[in-house]
Nanobody, 126 residues
Framework: VQLQASGGGLVQAGDSLRLSCATSGRTVGTYGMGWFHQAPGKEREFVAALTWPGNRTVYADSVKGRFTISGNNAENTVYLQMNNLQPEDTAIYYC????????????????????WGRGTLVTVSS
């Protein structure tokens, strides 16, 4: 499976963005999809994950109530709707796919994923 993230950009605090992660190639055997972000000088951090195909979701505490992850199985695309963006959300956002069948909570761990896409930059100005 190959992943392509898009939808990043420069916004102001309080604005919204929707990131997309288009998957291609062999998607059978993908059980989890996730979003991570990496701010300058920091390690990559978990943002949100979705069992695939399925509806179980899990979020980082910092984005609960503001971000929503969803998937379109027919289009093999995963979305991250980000509302009320804040400067601390500034980072490169990466989508990832996991071929490991697991509970939703395991998809919070980067090591659970074996395919990563190129990131898309989100910059939030104050």
């Amino acid at each position: 499976v190959q992943l392509q993230a898009s939808g990043g950009g420069l916004v102001q605090a309080g604005d919204s963005l929707r990131l997309s992660c288009a998957t291609s190639g062999r998607t059978v055997g993908t059980y989890g999809m996730g979003w991570f972000h990496q701010a300058p000088g920091k390690e990559r951090e978990f943002v949100a994950a979705l069992t695939w195909p399925g509806n179980r979701t899990v979020y980082a505490d910092s984005v609960k109530g503001r971000f929503t992850i969803s998937g379109n199985n027919a289009e093999n695309t995963v979305y991250l709707q980000m509302n009320n963006l804040q400067p601390e959300d500034t980072a490169i956002y990466y989508c990832a796919a996991s071929s490991y069948y697991s509970s939703a909570i395991r998809y919070t761990q980067a090591a659970t994923y074996n395919t990563w896409g190129r990131g898309t930059l989100v910059t939030v100005s104050s």
